[in-house]
């Protein structure tokens, strides 16, 4: 079975400084892994998402997530947070190997962006 | 292109009506469309998988009689909510999977999803 841990239910930052959203993942295979942002009453939207290739993937926003095969880690990261980042970020996974195309989500982290 | 349009937004019903809401694929094509729910705080729980031309596939502890998923063409998914009870209250989020001659990269396409209450 797939499944995702965001071990953090809120990350709190100030304006300008760098930001480090945690995710680590369980799959048997070699996974497909994704964030998204969502804003409340909102639908998800895609921010990035990491195949194969380079483990450092830049997407979206100025966001890039670091793929770390040995420590089953896919953490998003910011080198400066602004206060329009706040919201709600899930980490998630696909285990292309078992066929099934469905993503399964992390717990949510809510990023808070002081000014 | 990828937008994907989920309709009513918000709908508020009387308990034991039923609720239809609608997910399209504007601009491509998806024979695999993904109905998730959304507890208020929480994560998102994948309900079924909807598949163009037959039968969804509910995930266990999901009632098929209760939700009911029709994807009737290559751009369109309907869940219904029949009987409707204010435990049924909850934010769905649709999601479309982008069918493409290319390698399958994944990613979901997702609805802004629909608030519905239950009174």
């Known amino acids: 079975a797939q499944s995702v841990a965001q071990p953090e239910d809120q990350v709190n930052v100030a304006e300008g400084n760098p930001l480090t959203v945690k995710c680590t993942y369980s799959?048997?295979?070699?996974?497909?892994l994704f964030w998204y942002v969502q804003y409340p009453n909102r639908g998800l939207q895609f921010l990035l998402k990491?195949?194969?290739?380079?483990?450092l993937v830049k997407g979206s926003y100025g966001f890039e997530a670091e793929f770390n095969k040995s420590q089953t880690s896919f953490h998003l990261k910011k080198p400066s947070a602004l206060v329009s980042d706040s919201a709600l970020y899930f980490c998630?996974?696909?285990?292309?190997?078992?066929?099934?195309?469905?993503?399964?989500f992390g717990s949510g982290t809510r990023l808070q962006v002081q000014p | 292109g990828a937008v994907v349009s989920q309709h009513p937004s918000r709908v508020i019903c009387k308990s034991g009506t039923s609720v239809k809401i609608e997910c399209r694929s504007l601009?491509?094509?998806?024979?695999?469309m993904f109905w998730y729910r959304q507890f208020p705080k929480q994560s998102l729980m994948l309900m079924a998988t909807?598949?163009?031309?037959?039968?969804?596939?509910?995930e266990q502890g999901v009632e098929k009689d209760k939700f009911l998923i029709n994807h009737a063409s290559l751009t369109l998914s309907t869940l219904t909510v029949t009987s409707a009870h204010p435990e049924d209250s909850s934010f769905y989020i649709c999601?479309?999977?982008?069918?493409?001659?290319?390698?399958?990269?994944?990613?979901?396409?997702f609805g802004e999803g629909s608030r519905l209450t239950v009174l």
């Open positions: 999601s479309a999977r982008w069918d493409r001659a290319s390698q399958d990269t994944g990613e979901l396409f």
């Open positions: 799959v048997s295979g070699n996974p497909y």
């Open positions: 990491y195949i194969t290739g380079d483990n």
């Open positions: 998630a996974v696909r285990d292309p190997d078992t066929g099934r195309r469905a993503l399964t």
């Open positions: 601009d491509f094509q998806a024979t695999t």
């Open positions: 909807s598949n163009e031309g037959s039968k969804a596939t509910y």
